[in-house]
Structure formats: structure tokens, C-alpha cells
């Protein structure tokens, strides 16, 4: 720890760094620099003997002409740990996801971009393509961490200290007009602040410390107030509704306290948008849901297999459920299940649908589910990913089970962060042969 290196920065490597080597071969996973660069890297984590350092760049000695100095004052070496490319102009950021992209597949899924069906470009979401030095405010949901203080700020990477920011350039308007930032929270750990898409609706939800009174919640602008039991984790509503009214393809879904929505304003739409072209439904199809939160991608899917058609959600988290319930009560045949996919999907006895799309957390479908899905006889399988990882030991499986991926698209839906997200789409190896 402490310990300084002059290296000659590698490729970006999964996570937001940068590979290096130490003149004895050790390898850094350097922080706060771009590949090509010179610089000073101070080791931030690991022990002598480990298969890799941590580093943070705190002295750039050669700077790549992708660099910018970072637009927010709270980002840089041991600051907030919340943005992974502030110091990177924005076309350099989707060119370092794109390798990123790139190297899991071939790496995990033994893919080339071609045979992957992607062009390796990745997209920034409508509105974003702004001029290096200005930032899309897109954070529709931001959970803030309280310091000892009562200060509302962002941790530090891979770390529980609190940076206190008084204003965070990615937080959507509508969470920055709630003015979170700028008074105190005496005996909260978290603060997260919740502005809807296409509604007004505006919430904040309080982790208090063990033993601490809920304070007065008076914002700059009306919210429904919720808290986190600290000891069942449980989200209990304290004034206002309980959920948000969020807005995707035509449709207002209810996301109740704690349930899943996508974070930037245009994922939604974006999402759907990618996973229908990809499967293009048809009257009468049969079709799959997995890991549906509140049921985005089932709404889409019921307004267009229609009447004769039947869509199957299955979803985990009992708020989320009812949520999806809710939220497609309008159809007939539009049926949500509450479970873990793994458990539930073989219990349904289903053998064979037209399509599916699943939407799995960090970690994936898995092994035994992909295997699964390969046996359903799907004309064609969406497949949406936060994880490029996950992602592509996933396509390993599809393969083994007989699918190949027909078209992956890459999209920017987390400026300035090293997150990235995929819709992959995939078809029967047999068909595309
Ligand atoms: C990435 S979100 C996708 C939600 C939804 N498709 C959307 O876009 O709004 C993943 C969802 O999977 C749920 N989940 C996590 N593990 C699960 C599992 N093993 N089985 C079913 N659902 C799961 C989570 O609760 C979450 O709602």
C-alpha cells in the first residue's frame, strides 16, 4: 500500500481500470488513467505475492488525447468512487466499453465481434452525445451515503468512507431539485432520492442508523418519504404513496420502494425498443419474462403477440410482483410468477414457447437455466445484460445448448461510469447455418 510505480499503461481491462506491469512483472489494475499513458501509479490495495495490485494514477506523466480534466471536482484518486471515466473524453468512454465488450466475449464466449453480429460500436442513449466537458445528468435514482457528520455524499471506491458532494453532475435534474445534497441528515446511513421518467413523482427513501429518529423530510419539492427497517430490510412507507409511476413504451408501470427500474431516463425505451426489434413478436406467440421486475418487457410483449397470444413473467421479488400484477392487469393472458427462475421455470411444466427474454442480475442466468432455455424450442431469445461477463459465459452455455447469437447490440446507458449494457439476440445455431 503506498507504494509508487512509473509504468507504461495497457488496455482497459473489466471494472473501470487499466492494465500495467511493474519492471518485476507484477500486474496493476491502474485507476484514473487511459491505455498508452505514462504515469505514477500508487498501489491502493493488495499484498506482496498477490496475483495482482490496485492502483490509482496519481501523476500522468504521458497523457493519451482522449484525456480531459474530469468535469467534477469530487472525482480523481481516492475521491468519489461513483464515476470510472470523468477524466475521459465521451467518445473515448463508449471506444474503452466497446474493448471491454470485446474481450469478455472472446475471452468467455471465444466470440469475435462479427460472429457476435455487432458492428463493435457502442451507443449513447438519445440526448447524451454532448461535447467533452459537459455531462448527461441521467441518474434517475442515486443513493447517497450519510457520514458521521449527517453529510449526504458518494462512497470512495471500494470503500465505506463517505466523499461528501454537494453536487453530483450525473444525478438527473429531478433528483438534484430535491436538494438532497444540500442539508443535513443527523443519523442516516443512506439516503436514496428517486426521481420517476414521465411523471412527477419524486421519493426518498431513509436507511436510518441503529437507534436514530427519522428526521423531518423538507425538500425543495413535494416527495413521498419511505424508510428501510434496519432490521428486516424491509421499505415501509412513512408519507405519500409508496411507489413511483414510471413511463416506457406507452405504458406507466408502478415501481414500488425498492423494486428494479432501469437508471438512465431513456433505458426503458431503449431496452424495449432493441429486445422487439431483435425477436419481432407476432400475433399468437407464447413468450417469456425472466427476471421481469415489474414487468417492462412482458407489457411490451402482451400489446404485441395480442389476444391469442400468452406471455409468462417470472420474478423473484414479492413488492416487484405485485407490481407486475398490477401493472398488466389489463391482459387476459399475461401471467407473473413469483420465485427465483431456477426454481419456478421447471415447475411450470412449460416445453415450448416462441420466444423469450431474459433480464438475470450482475451474475447472470447461470448454467442449469440457460440449459433450460435451450430445450423450449425458441424462435429466438432476447438476451439483456448489465454484465458483459455474466453475458458472455452465458452465450458459452447457449452455444453448447444449440443457439447462436444472431445480432448484439452494446449501449451506453451509464455515462462516465465503466457500466455498459447489451442486448444480445440469439436463434437456433441450425437456422442461421
Ligand atoms: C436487471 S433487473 C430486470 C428487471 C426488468 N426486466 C426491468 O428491466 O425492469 C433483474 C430482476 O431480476 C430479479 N431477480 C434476481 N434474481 C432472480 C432470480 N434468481 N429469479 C427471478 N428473479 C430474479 C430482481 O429482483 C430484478 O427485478
Known amino acids: 500500500m503506498g507504494e509508487e510505480y512509473e509504468v507504461e499503461v495497457g488496455p482497459v481491462a473489466h471494472g473501470g481500470h487499466c492494465v500495467a506491469r511493474t519492471s518485476e512483472g507484477q500486474v496493476l489494475f491502474v485507476r484514473h488513467t487511459l491505455p498508452g499513458e505514462r504515469v505514477v501509479a500508487r498501489v491502493t490495495e493488495g499484498e506482496e505475492g498477490a496475483r495482482f495490485l490496485r492502483a490509482d494514477a496519481v501523476e ?52 469475435t465481434p462479427e460472429e457476435a453480429g455487432w458492428d463493435g460500436t457502442v451507443m449513447p442513449a438519445e440526448g447524451d452525445k454532448l461535447p467533452a466537458g459537459q455531462v448527461p445528468s441521467w441518474r434517475t435514482r442515486v443513493q447517497y451515503a450519510v457520514d458521521a457528520d449527517g453529510r449526504a455524499g458518494l462512497r470512495r471506491h471500494r470503500s465505506h468512507e463517505v466523499e461528501p458532494v454537494d453536487h453530483c453532475l450525473i444525478a438527473a435534474d429531478g433528483v438534484s431539485e430535491l436538494g438532497v445534497e444540500q442539508r443535513d441528515w443527523p443519523g442516516m446511513a443512506t439516503v436514496e432520492a428517486i426521481a420517476a421518467t414521465g411523471s412527477q413523482d419524486r421519493q426518498v427513501i431513509l436507511t436510518p442508523r441503529p437507534g436514530a429518529r427519522l428526521p423531518l423530510v423538507e425538500l425543495d419539492r413535494p416527495v413521498s418519504v419511505m424508510r428501510v427497517d434496519e432490521k428486516d430490510g424491509g421499505v415501509h412507507r412513512v408519507h405519500g404513496r409508496s411507489f413511483v409511476r414510471e413511463r416506457a413504451d406507452g405504458r406507466t408501470y408502478r415501481v414500488g420502494s425498492g423494486g428494479f427500474w432501469q437508471v438512465h431516463p431513456k433505458s426503458a425505451d431503449t431496452l424495449v425498443t432493441a429486445v422487439m426489434q431483435g425477436l419481432l413478436p407476432r400475433k399468437g406467440d407464447m413468450a417469456l419474462d425472466l427476471y421481469c421486475g415489474v414487468g417492462l418487457f412482458a407489457g411490451a410483449l402482451a400489446d404485441r403477440v395480442g389476444d391469442q397470444g400468452a406471455v409468462l413473467g417470472i420474478e423473484s421479488g414479492k413488492r416487484a410482483v405485485e407490481d407486475a400484477r398490477h401493472n398488466l392487469a389489463g391482459f387476459d393472458r399475461v401471467r407473473v410468477e413469483q420465485g427465483k427462475v431456477e426454481a419456478v421455470l421447471p415447475r411450470t411444466g412449460i416445453s415450448e414457447v416462441d420466444l423469450v427474454v431474459l433480464d438475470p442480475p450482475r451474475a447472470g442466468a447461470g448454467r442449469k437455466t440457460v440449459q433450460h432455455l435451450t430445450t423450449l424450442s425458441a424462435r429466438r431469445i432476447a438476451y439483456v445484460a448489465c454484465d458483459p461477463a455474466a453475458l458472455a459465459r452465458d452465450l458459452a452455455y447457449f452455444r453448447d445448448g444449440g443457439y447462436r447469437v444472431r445480432t448484439l447490440r452494446v449501449f451506453d446507458l451509464f455515462p462516465m461510469t465503466h457500466h455498459v449494457e447489451c442486448v444480445a439476440i440469439l436463434e437456433p445455431a441450425t437456422k442461421g447455418a
Request: some cysteine.
Open 60 to 111: 500522468i506523466l504521458d497523457a493519451s488525447k482522449d484525456r480531459i480534466e474530469a468535469p467534477c471536482p469530487f472525482a480523481g484518486p481516492g475521491r468519489c468512487g461513483g464515476c470510472d471515466w470523468q477524466h475521459a473524453k465521451p467518445g473515448a468512454q463508449r471506444r474503452l466499453k466497446g474493448e471491454v465488450v470485446a474481450e469478455q466475449l472472446q475471452r468467455l464466449a471465444g466470440l
